[in-house]
Structures are given as C-alpha cells and as structure tokens.
C-alpha cells in the first residue's frame, strides 16, 4: 500500500468524529482531525440529552469523566394549545439504571471532553479550517482531503461532517436529502442556579428533567417544542420542517415561534427572571431509515448524522448515541482494514456488517415508517392539543351547574372530532411505533 501521511483522517470532531479519533488513535493508528471550528464543539448544537448505553460503552468510566450536566430522571411531554397545556410527569427508579440512564448535556464542553480522550489517545488536530474535498485516485478511491492549501492522504477517511454533508453530495454522489427528510432546531440557553432549577421542576439534587411539548409551540405545524435542565442553566428550543421554515404563506417565523413560546403559560414562569446567555440554530436531518445513505467506499467510511443517523420519535429524540455508536464501529473497521491491508471498500465491509447487526440500524429500521405518520400527522399538531384542552376543562371545571356524566360531557368533545378518525389516526401512528 503507498505510503500516506496518516492512517486514518476524520472530518469533523462532533460525537461521532471525536469518538471515531479515540478508537482510531487507542489502536496505535495515525490520526489526524480536521474541525473546522476553532475548537471541537464550537459549532455543534444538540437539544440536548444523551443516552449513555454507547458512550458507556467506549469509555467506561465516562460519568466520572465527561463535563455532563445532570443525570435525567423526569420525563415530560407536554401538549400545549394557545394558553392550555396538559402535561405528562413520569419518574421511575428505572430511568436511572446503569446502561439505561441519560444525561443533559452542553456540546462546548462535552465535545472538546471527546476531542482531549482522543488527543490523549495521540490524535493529532487542525482546528479551524473546513475539509474542501475528498481526494481521489485515478481509480476514485478516497486517498485523503484537502483543506485550504493542503492535500493530507491517509489510508482511510472517516467522514463525520454533521448534517447537510456537502462533501458526502458532492464528493461521494449521495443523493441530497429530501426537504421532507429535514427540520429546522433553533435552541436558547438560560442561566438560572441550580437551587432554583430544582425548586421549579421538583428535581432531587442534581437530578434532571427532559420535556417535549406538541402543539401551539410550532403553531399547529409538524414539530416540537423540548426543554432541558442543566446544571445551571436550561436549555430551551424547537423543531419545525424545512417547508414550515420556507413556506412563505407561513404567518409566523420559526425565530417567532421560539419568542411566542417562552411567552407561553407553560413555559415563562421557568424561565422567568433567567438569563439569555446562548442562542444556536441547526438543520436536524427527521427522514429516519429512508435516508441513510451508502456509508462505506472504496477508502472511506461515513458516521454519525452525515450518515443520517437521527430519530425524532415525539417523544424521544436520538443522534447523539447513533453517533457515538458508528464513530466506534467506523473506526473499529478502519483499523480492521488497515492490518489486512486492504482499504477497499470490500475491506471495510465489516462497518455496513456492524452497523447493521448494531441498535443502529436496527431501532432505524423498526421506526422507519414513523416519519411518514408524523408528517401526515396534522391534527396532533392543531385538533389534538385543542381537544385535550376541551376534555380536562370538561373534567375539572366546576361552576355550580349541575354537571352531566363526565361520559357525556366528553363524547361531544371527541365526536366532533370524528371517532373512527381519531381511532384509524390512534391506529396508524401505534403500528408506526
Ligand atoms: C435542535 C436539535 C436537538 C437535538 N436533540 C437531540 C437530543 O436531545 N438527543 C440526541 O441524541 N440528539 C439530538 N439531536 C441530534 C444530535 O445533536 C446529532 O445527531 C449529533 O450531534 C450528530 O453528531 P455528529 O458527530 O454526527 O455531527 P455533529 O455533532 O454535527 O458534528 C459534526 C462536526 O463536523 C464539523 N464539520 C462540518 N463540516 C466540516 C468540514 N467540511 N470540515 C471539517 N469539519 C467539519 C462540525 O464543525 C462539527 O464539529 C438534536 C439535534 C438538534 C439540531
């Protein structure tokens, strides 16, 4: 094989890059980062909580390591109308089991956490600077990148760019996702003590809420509303589809949305009197099993969200484990390939074989048709939220009107509605999940 300058290259130090470093660098390979922020994480923004069964898995000791932020213990999901919001409470000793639990976390800390495991490991970086291309052979086998001036060869490249990958469009022919398959997140983070975190959602010490709410936070459109406790802070934000965002017909701006939505009853007493210290945005690739594209080429695997990874289940959402899964698994692979001499992408098959024998592909698999259910899903997003509203109203209000059977007050409710529609909706979505 010729000679190159590393074994292994990997674009972008996110979840799955910096992960895919670590592996790389603790097998005694060569490895060199290429971040074009001006440090791992600086660009990156995630809800955020991580389930920790694939992190665990590649450090071991991480809950004493990692910056995390709090271990979450309450789960919530909310459905909100202009001014009424029904929300679920669920805690369970469960949530917190070994290989079960989950953590909040902030992805400037947590990814420069990953990016020092890796340099440990020996890894070398370059910061600030963006992969241009991926540099072929006359054959078409990926032999390296070029960034700025300089063409860096390695045996292998792990591309692990994130979403919107345009050197996985432009550089490997992978189609570019659907508008449909993408959403857009916008996140703000606000600063409150951990005193007050605690008193504002019943939290024991150091323990966390995560929260999801559906309805008025998107305007009735396809999307979502989530919330998550830090440490100190709370981080607070939405999804909303692309065509919502570029649907100019549309009355209120997804920046809009987020304003309107810390204005809610539900929302601005726990973020009253705290303070706005960060605001991100970033696309969220939503298609599921559909959109993953080819992951492994001749000289080259593909990771984390560019290998569109990610699952918005309503009331789960998932990127961050998929990415730290398949940075293992891809560099695992890599190093594999090198030792038997052989990068093609038959070599480098045992990655497709990983994958799909992983959670990975298998829980993408299982929910692909979820996606679709929710995109045709519109009255969760409008009549839902309303109907609920009506039915609690119905159930707790008392004027001093002789009250009817609860079953008679409901029945109207849910008739106006439609109930085998509502049944056929209840129907598809549950064979869906
Ligand atoms: C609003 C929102 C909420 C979310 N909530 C959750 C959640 O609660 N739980 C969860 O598990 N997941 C969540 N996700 C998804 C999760 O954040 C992602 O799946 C995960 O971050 C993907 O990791 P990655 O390593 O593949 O990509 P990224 O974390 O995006 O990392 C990609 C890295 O590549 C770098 N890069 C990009 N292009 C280049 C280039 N050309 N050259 C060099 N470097 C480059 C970037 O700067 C970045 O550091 C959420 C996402 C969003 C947007």
Known sequence: MAETDFDVIVVGSGCAGGVAAYMAASAGKSVLVVERGNYAGAKNMTGGRIYSHSLKEVFPDFESEAPLERKITHERIAMMDTASNMTIDFTSAELAEEGKDSYSVLRGPFDQWLAEKAEEAGAEYICGIAVEELVKDESGRIIGVRAGEDEITSQVVILAEGTNSMLSERCLGNPRPKPSQ?????????????????????????????????????????????????????????VATISTAADGANETPVYQMLEDFKRHPAVAPVIKGAKLVEHSGHMVPEGGYDMIPQYVFDGCLVAGETAGLCMNMGYQVRGMDFAVASGRMAAEAACEAIDKNDVSAAGLASYKDKMEGSFVIQDLRTFSKWPHVMEEWGSMFTDYPVMVKEIFNAMFSVDGQPQKPLVKRMMPIVKKRGLFKLAGEVRKAVKAL
């Open 182 to 238: 993408m959403a857009v997140g916008i996140k703000q983070v606000f600063e409150l003590p951990s005193g007050v975190i605690e008193d504002r959602f019943l939290l024991p010490e150091g323990e966390g809420a995560a929260m999801l709410f559906v309805g008025d936070c998107t305007k009735g459109r396809v999307g979502g509303g989530f919330l998550y406790t830090n440490k100190d802070s709370i981080s607070l934000g939405l």
